[in-house]
């Protein structure tokens, strides 16, 4: 598999930081590049995350954009998948073995989601995550993870350790 493969999660005008915080703990655990798009629900401070990101607010590469207008000029035609309760399809239904480019996931705000326009000029990347039809949705830092896994486990865990390594791979065994 190529090296030059990464996943990328897009945050649309986060709400709440605690989720954010809980987001780039699994940025930074994936070795998944992080873009937020402002404005931020919250105010933007190291501290709001120490919590929730298990300290690994560090360990996330991250980019601040000031607006979609701004994220748009400094990423000339990702690839973006999106999330929202108005896709068709599960992320599985995607093929993303197929692909050496960059993948984009874009989650959007808590209260309303990604904005509809952005979700037309993306339609045929629209997915969802199947759940009971009594469901609105699930918390955003779920269905990051979730569908960050996805393309993970389709690209073999590409860059990431399969076993423990701080105490040994055969550590269940030594007890």
Request: glycine share 4%; aromatic share 12%.
């Amino acid at each position: 598999m190529e090296m030059s493969r990464k996943i990328n999660v897009i945050l649309f005008e986060p709400e709440i930081h605690s989720n954010v915080g809980s987001i780039m703990r699994t940025c930074a655990l994936t070795d998944v590049k992080l873009h937020l798009i402002e404005p931020f629900g919250f105010v933007f401070d190291k501290r709001n995350f120490a919590r929730s990101s298990a300290n690994n607010f560090e360990g996330c590469e991250y980019v601040r954009y000031d607006d979609w207008t701004d994220f748009q000029e400094k990423n000339k035609n990702p690839k973006i998948f999106c999330l929202t309760r108005y896709g068709k399809k599960p992320i599985s239904d995607f093929d993303f073995k197929q692909t050496n480019d960059e993948i984009f996931l874009m989650f959007g705000k808590e209260s309303t989601g990604i904005d509809k326009n952005i979700l037309k000029q993306n339609k045929e990347n629209c997915f969802r995550l199947p759940m009971v039809d009594i469901g609105r949705s699930l918390n955003i830092s779920n269905t990051v993870t979730v569908a960050v896994y996805e393309v993970l486990r389709q690209w073999d865990y590409l860059n990431l350790s399969k076993v423990e390594v701080e105490k040994g791979e055969d550590y269940l065994d030594k007890l």
